[in-house]
């Protein structure tokens, strides 16, 4: 049995630090309702002229110091995010130059915050089905740009940042099982509505920019989450208590505690990055993921359940013995 087993973990911030306090003096907000409805208490935000690139890239060197393997070694790069740089030619393109690599296959993911549990599934499959050994499985976003900054509802929420992993072929453990669904009939509750075929005047007027129906995303992102949770279990015989680790996707404190609450966990076993994070989107699972892996709580052999709920909708699981 081929697995696809986690070797090295990276993540980047950019250095720009934006506070609860920052936000009062932007938008109609305070610092208490930031805290207590979302659990946010400040989020990174690029500097002009930083891309998404430059943070996927930062945080793709630091997972491939932490695996201890070359770049040219990577034989797979997929890269999650919803704020490319370019049109085309698709951000894993651009990251796989900016590291020296040469004519492996790269390409990008959309799947919005579900999209590195999206990008993991696929890397996973290349790597069981023997096509690559080494994958570079990237989520990393730069929503402060397509945010509205006086939209209260959305500014005080998403945020910038990178994750990375690297995947290896290992005969013993890895990713035990994998799980993605979809459903676009809930594509208006949480969009930017303006793009190539629909508004593109507003797309050069600049505006596209983040609209959610925020309490009709939180109940279906409850339920769904719960489900997911169900699902994960049983399709390996598991139990709650089996769980070590929950690393979910960081949107609320709030529907982290639900899924805690739902596992009957502690959430000392939750990696919370939401306070310090924001919400990074496709970024939030590998941030929280490299955080808790270098500062020592997640150990080898544990089992970690990584989980995400983006728009869409789309959500998934990856069941992981690290
Ligand atoms: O990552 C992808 C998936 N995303 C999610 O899962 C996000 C899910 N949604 C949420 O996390 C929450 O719904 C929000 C944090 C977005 C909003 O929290 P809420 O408790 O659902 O608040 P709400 O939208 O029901 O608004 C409650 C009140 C409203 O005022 P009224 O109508 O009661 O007078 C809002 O206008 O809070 C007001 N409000 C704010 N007040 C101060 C909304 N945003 C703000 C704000 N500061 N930033």
């Known amino acids: 049995m081929v697995y696809a087993r986690i070797t090295g973990t990276g993540g980047y911030l950019p250095e720009n630090i934006m506070t ?3 936000l009062e003096k932007i938008v109609d907000t305070t610092d208490k309702w930031i805290r207590d409805r979302t659990g946010i208490e400040q989020r990174h935000i690029a500097l002009e002229g930083q891309t998404m ?3 996927a890239e930062a945080a793709s060197r ?3 110091e932490a695996a201890n393997i070359e770049a040219q070694d990577i034989e797979l790069i997929i890269l999650a995010t919803s704020t490319p740089d370019k049109i085309f030619p698709s951000s894993a393109c651009i990251l796989q130059a900016r590291l020296g690599i040469h004519g492996c296959p790269a390409f990008d993911i959309q799947a919005v915050c579900s999209g590195f549990i999206y990008a993991l599934t696929v890397a996973e499959k290349f790597i069981k089905s023997g096509t690559s050994k080494k994958a570079l499985v990237v989520g990393a976003e730069i929503f402060s740009r397509i945010l509205n900054w006086e939209d209260r509802s959305t500014c005080v929420l998403f945020a910038d940042g990178a994750g990375a992993v690297i995947l290896e072929a290992n005969d013993e453990t890895g990713i035990i099982s994998t799980h993605i669904h979809a459903d676009g ?4 509750l949480l969009h930017v509505p303006y793009g190539i075929g629909d508004g593109y005047d507003q ?5 596209a920019f983040v609209e959610m129906k925020g309490n009709e995303v939180f109940k279906v992102a409850v339920n769904t989450l719960g489900r997911i949770v169900d699902e994960t279990l049983a399709a390996n015989n598991m139990m709650k208590s089996d769980i070590d680790w929950l690393v979910p996707h960081q949107a609320n404190i709030r529907i982290i505690t639900a899924t805690a609450k739902k596992l009957k966990m502690s959430m000392d076993q939750v990696v919370v990055t939401i306070n310090k994070h924001g919400n990074t989107s496709a970024a939030s699972v590998p941030l929280a993921l490299d955080v ?3 500062d020592g709580r997640i150990k080898s052999n544990e089992l970690l359940l990584l989980e995400a709920f983006g728009g869409g909708f789309t959500w998934g ?3 992981v013995r690290y």
């Not at 797309?203 to 505006?207: D, I, S």
Request: charged letters at 35%; aromatic letters at 4%; proline letters at 0%.
């Open 20 to 22: 609860n306090a920052d």
């Open 53 to 55: 690139v430059d943070l």
């Open 62 to 64: 630091k997972a491939i």
């Open 185 to 188: 009939k809930y594509e208006n």
């Open 203 to 207: 797309v050069k007027a600049g505006k």
């Open 292 to 294: 808790a892996v270098r």
């Open 317 to 319: 699981s990856v069941l």
